[in-house]
């Protein structure tokens, strides 16, 4: 007999260890994934298609200039607003110091944690002509309602200060992760030529830190043509309201579908230009041998000053919202403990549970198909996976109803004529749509944190397990999951919150009787309960507190 070993054990172990072993139902899943992200995107715009010229021509001669005029007008204030904030906060926290900095560095992220349409309920209760700001301006002066001019909050600039105080988060955030990159050689530099501390600052700082400011700034106009309560209860008519108007009020699907594809378009604009920012920011230099910039020290007066503008974000974003909604609450005649709100509480957390599940599942499975075999095929789902975040909870909504009806509905009508059984809807309606519509919409947000923590894992992790026989699968469940589980547990927190405060897809896609917290309190400030409206506003508010949390203990250590 030969001394030869057999060769099959070698060719066995080799099999295991070829890199595309294992990987054939993951690529099946993360294909699948981004299908269905792609799903409403396709809908929409067939269904808008199908509907004809002549609801599009009624539209543009009726509704669509308005909405068009609305919403890019929407979008300036809140650019322009969100980035005077969110980069004044930033470069004071970052390049000054005074009393109290670093109590605003962390301070200044609270404002992320509150819905803006929170924001219109307590500031209408405080604001509009029965508040107690007009009511005491009357009382002390003496005058009637028509002898004095008050801004009105519920309008169009009103919508925009609520959505500039929740959303300037996101530039700062950004903003003062770019300020602290940059080395104080080129602004040292600037001054030495004669420029001044302002003159250095626009030429030189602002510049360096343009994409990341860009980046923030497309993130917060996202979030605000995506809004549809804020602007819904302002009675401001943009393409957020107009599709739910369409749908239900006028049920005129085909213009529904016509104006969430105006919307989309945008929407996907938006996305692509966020993208090319986010991708010339990477070019900054950062090398290990720049200088940081020193803080300057502030006293006197600019202490002063530096203080109230770091304090009114944080007053007028956090501060007073609570205290007015705890005033709201103990006032009115809600009560959390009672079944009926028990049960609001129930389904919002049972919905976004399991849409948290669902979608971190989907960001694990669409990230490491990238990581384990990266290529075009597993680029582009990825890409079209983060699409969703670009895309209105309303435009998302409409995209899975038009197919998923007109499936329930052919069969239906295929059932009763052979079997003369109706089958009714049978997934139009269900909370696995609705879940469905969650992941489409937050999937990017599960994926960015997932991939952050993806990032610290090396690569040659990956190649020891496999030459110890692992699959990809049994190297994801053995390797990845438990490095990664910080990581999962902030997307999960992420996603859970986002489902609890979104509003337009809940409002289209509830299974009938099926309200939650968000929707609880939507129909009560409609129905000018504001009181009543603040206490679901208040727990939804509590529970967005928990991933801004882990954002402001991540601010504290950046230094």
Known sequence: MSDVPSVTPIRAAARQRRPGDGLRGLSSWASVIAAICLLPMLAVAIAALSGGTDTISHLMDTVLPRYAGTTATLVILVAAGTFALGVGAAWLVTMTRFPGVRFFEITLVLPLAFPAYVLAYAYTHVLDHPGIVQSTLRDLTGWGPRDYWFPEVRSLGGAAAMLVLVLYPYVYLLARAAFLQQSATTFLAARALGASAWAAFFRISLPLARPAIAGGVLLAVMETIADFGTVAYFGVQTFATGIYTSWFTLADRAGAAQLALCLLSFALLLAMLERAQRGRAKYHDTARRQQPMEAAALQGPRAILAIILCGIPVLFGAVLPIVVLLSMGLGSEQNLLSPRYLGFIQNSVTLAATAAVVTVGAAILVGFYQRARPGRRS??????????????????????????????????????????????????????????AYMVRFLAAAMGAYEGGQAMVPVNMDAAARSLGQSAMGTLRRVHLPILAPSLLTALLIVFVDVMKELPATLIMRPFNYDTLAVQAYRLASDERLEGAAVPSLVIVAIGLLPVILICRQVGRQR
């Open 379 to 436: 680029q582009a789902a990825a890409y079209v996976a983060r699409l969703g975040y670009a895309v209105p909870g309303g435009v998302i909504a409409v995209g899975l109803m038009v197919p998923f009806a007109l499936f329930d509905n052919t069969l239906d009508a295929w059932m009763r004529s052979t079997f003369d059984i109706s089958t009714g809807l049978l997934i139009t309606g269900s909370i696995w749509l609705l879940v469905m």
